[in-house]
């Protein structure tokens, strides 16, 4: 990436957390501030991640090990950094995305109880990513029971069941939540943590507070 003049948000959370709700709300509100700004995911912010996305969120839970599976999420990562993140902030867009390599963290090294070693995941992160980061990091936080069950409620009324993460066990869930508040808890300066277990308008409130304090808005 040449300069980069826009900023870098993601939501992280388990399932069912709302980020995807909550990531639409901020765009609202920061184009009614008139701040430019693009809506993206992972995996799948791209064509090609579209095709990568099927591959890792539908099917038998156990078709990859942890790090092909590692190794598929960073090859869509690395194709949506450079088709369409890096463009949006060289361009000056704020660039929202609902999830990130927090993600593969805490599914891939916690959730999986750390059968991959941590090293491998961070080469991974500085061949692919460098010392890029996101500016800011919301993570909505739930009890995974609750957020397995608003997952699995959505899922149901869907063609595409894209359902094979929620098919895992609850311990998964719970290692993967705790891992992602030991990340948060290390990197404060990057990390907002907000619970989840509140009304869309609440939490909202809650997001919107949390970027006017970090980059001043109001
Ligand atoms: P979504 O349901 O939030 O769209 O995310 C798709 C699934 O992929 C979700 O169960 C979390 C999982 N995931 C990982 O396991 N590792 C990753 O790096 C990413 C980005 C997502």
Redesign the pocket.
């Known amino acids: 990436m040449s300069k980069k003049l826009g900023y870098f948000i993601t939501f992280e959370g388990g ?1 069912g957390t709302g ?1 995807s709700t909550q990531l639409k709300l901020l765009a609202d509100y920061l184009s009614s501030k008139h701040i430019r700004n693009i809506q993206t ?3 799948g912010g791209t064509p090609v991640g579209l095709e990568l996305r099927k591959l ?2 539908c099917g038998d839970k156990n078709k990859f090990d942890p790090i092909a ?1 590692a190794l598929l ?1 960073y090859a869509d990562r690395r194709v949506h950094l450079v088709n369409k993140i890096w463009p949006a902030l060289e361009n000056g867009e704020w660039v929202l995305s ?4 927090d ?2 963290m805490a ?2 090294y916690y959730g999986y109880e750390k059968r991959v070693d941590k090293s491998v995941l961070e080469q991974l992160y500085n061949l692919t990513v460098g010392h890029f980061k996101p500016d800011l990091t919301i993570l909505l936080d739930i009890d995974p029971q609750i957020g397995l069950a608003r997952s699995l409620q959505k899922a149901s009324g869907m063609t595409v069941k ?1 359902t ?3 098919s895992r066990e609850l311990n998964f869930h719970n290692h993967m939540r705790a891992g992602y508040l030991e990340m948060a808890a290390a990197a404060p300066e990057r990390f907002v943590v907000l619970n989840a277990d509140k009304s869309i308008e609440e939490l909202h409130q809650d997001v919107v507070n949390a970027i006017n304090e970090r980059f001043k808005l109001s």
């Not at 609902?98 to 390599?101: G, K, L, N, Q, Y």
């Open positions: 399932e980020k995911k992972e995996p890792l969120v599976e999420y609902d999830r990130f390599a993600s593969t599914y891939q894209e094979r993460f929620e």
